[in-house]
């Protein structure tokens, strides 16, 4: 049976290592999600960076997307009501 040389020597491109480097990331998005509620994916994004990992904000998001991580929202600033000097 004879095949082309291209379909003998043809590799899939990284999926196993694509997927792999998507689930350290996905750990560490947990991590950082757990340990600090109130970031969201750009707070997130920043701080994996700042652990030497190259990411983009799209793919952070995405992954907070579908662990259902969102920031908790912080509490209104309150202001008493002024007084009516006349």
């Known amino acids: 049976m004879e095949i082309p040389k291209s ?15 998507n689930a350290d990331i996905a750990d ?9 509620p109130s970031y969201g994916y750009r707070r997130v994004t920043a701080a994996l960076r700042r652990q030497g990992m190259i990411v983009n904000h799209k793919k952070v998001a995405k992954i907070m997307k579908n662990m259902a991580y969102s920031a908790e929202k912080g509490r209104d600033l309150y202001l008493p009501p002024t007084q009516n000097i006349t």
């Not at 990284?14 to 997927?19: D, F, H, I, R």
């Not at 560490?28 to 340990?35: M, Q, R, S």
């Open 7 to 21: 379909t003998y020597y043809y590799k899939p491109k990284g999926s196993l290592e694509k997927k792999k480097h």
């Open 28 to 36: 560490k998005v947990e991590k950082i999600a757990y340990d600090f």
